[in-house]
């Protein structure tokens, strides 16, 4: 009698405990007029609504003293709380907490931003549920000041670390003088979307260890590269990235030989810079994958395409285009693959397709672009991720002009009569 009561009340108890109703957390809204309010404000289950136009983040300056010109509305004094922790090296870094929007008028984008911080903007730590909107992001030196004199920022506009989950990033515009738009490391479930990243000085984005990214109808325009890296545009080590109709143009590298030091360690040794670094070299970063969907590139500076082309896929997307984005949407056929090698001997080129991209099949007919011509070729031994091919007669005097990396096209009617001209 006695286990069978102590079986009642455990069953009762049971029975309670799984007919409450799910916690629903309360979320303060809080609207702030200045960059101190800003930081104060960040707490978990939070909104907070941006009602100025501008939001200069207290940064004290060790190297000088600063002369408070900006806003007028901000302390150089930083900002310390339960959740944000200013250092000079990482910048504001929010820590610990779940649920926090911070939101910009939807007419205008609010400006936030940092002077003379080697540290990002915002860095997030152990952070999950966050929501950036309608916000215009960067490091901005002082009036009159050149960027040596304000600490050289070597930040990232935005930093995710640690586990950093569900981070949603909507509307905004992530600018220089940071060195990379967006930087990550085992991070996931991260979505970017109708996004500018530009003026960057190093690099658009740059995720280590990360899943579930996506970058959605974002625009990467208008960024150099030079001192510090010639490696790379998108750095993917051991992640998983998705760009689904974005645009890359116009990415520059700024560099002149005869502006070369001994400190240009990159330069010198040889090393390439790529449209999109997967660390194939790293044990720990040579994983992943990253897909590029209806895509538009143009104009971008880079020697080769990607260290892992079995890893990289280009769908209805070409990275070498020098069009225009109406030209380059129209007539070309999809990427399904890069050059993985050219055998001059045997006159074979060996193509590396994504499982992905789909198989190719014996006598298939593929193209890829020298000089803006197609040039021709026909898989003579194809397997599920590799395909040897061989360039069909009149196309056989640009073997020697092939080089690995280059990106591979399926065939499409649409320059049947620019093949035959």
């Known amino acids: 009698m006695k286990k069978l009561t102590a079986i009642t009340i455990i069953a009762f108890i049971a029975c309670i405990c799984y007919s ?22 960040i707490a978990p289950n939070t909104t907070i609504e941006l009602t100025a136009a501008e939001y200069r983040l207290p940064c004290p300056d060790p ?53 003379k911080s080697k540290g990002a903007v915002f860095g997030f730590d152990s952070c999950t549920n966050i929501r950036l909107q309608n916000l215009k992001l960067g490091h901005q030196p002082p009036a009159g000041k050149i960027l040596r004199l304000c600490g050289d920022i070597t930040a990232p506009v935005i930093d995710l670390r640690s586990y950093s989950k569900n981070i949603i990033i909507d509307k905004c515009d992530l600018y220089g003088t940071g060195n990379w738009g967006i930087v990550g490391y085992s991070a996931e479930d991260i979505t970017v979307i109708d996004t500018n990243i530009y003026d960057c000085n190093i690099g658009l984005a740059r995720l280590m260890d ?91 500076d880079f020697e080769q395409i990607t260290d892992m082309p079995e890893s990289v896929a280009f769908i209805n997307s070409d990275p070498t285009s020098k069009k225009s984005a109406a030209q380059s949407a129209l007539g070309e056929g999809p990427v399904i693959g890069q050059v993985g090698a050219v055998k001059m001997k045997s006159g074979e080129i060996i193509v590396k397709t994504p499982e992905a991209a789909g198989l190719i099949n014996m006598g298939d007919r593929l ?29 056989r005097g640009y073997m020697e002009k092939i080089t690995k990396g280059m990106p591979v096209h399926r065939y499409v009617k649409e320059i049947e009569n620019e093949a035959e001209q």
């Open 210 to 300: 990360s899943k579930a990214v996506k970058f959605i109808t974002c625009n990467f325009h208008d960024n150099t590269t030079g001192r510090y890296a010639k490696d790379n545009w998108f750095g993917f080590g051991n992640s998983s990235v998705i760009f689904d109709k974005c645009r890359i143009t116009n990415n520059k590298f700024t560099l002149r030989p005869e502006d070369l030091t001994s400190n240009d360690y990159y330069i010198l040794h040889g090393e390439k810079q790529y449209l999109v670094y997967m660390g194939k070299e790293y044990d720990t970063f040579g994983t992943g994958s990253v897909e590029f969907r209806n895509c538009v590139f143009s104009d971008n």
């Open 367 to 395: 193209y890829l672009r020298i000089g803006g011509k197609a040039v021709l070729m026909k898989a003579s031994f194809p397997m599920q991720t590799i395909s040897k091919c061989v360039l069909e007669q009149g196309y």
């Open 63 to 115: 190297q000088e003293n600063s002369d408070n010109s900006g806003d007028g509305s901000d302390s150089e004094e930083p900002v310390h709380t339960d959740y944000v922790n200013f250092d000079f090296f990482s910048g504001y870094t929010i820590r610990s907490l779940d649920n926090l929007t911070i939101i910009g008028k939807e007419k205008s984008k609010a400006h936030v931003y940092i002077r």
């Open 20 to 41: 409450q109703e799910p916690e629903i957390q309360e979320i303060n809204v809080i609207k702030v007029s200045n960059g101190t309010e800003l930081l104060q404000a």
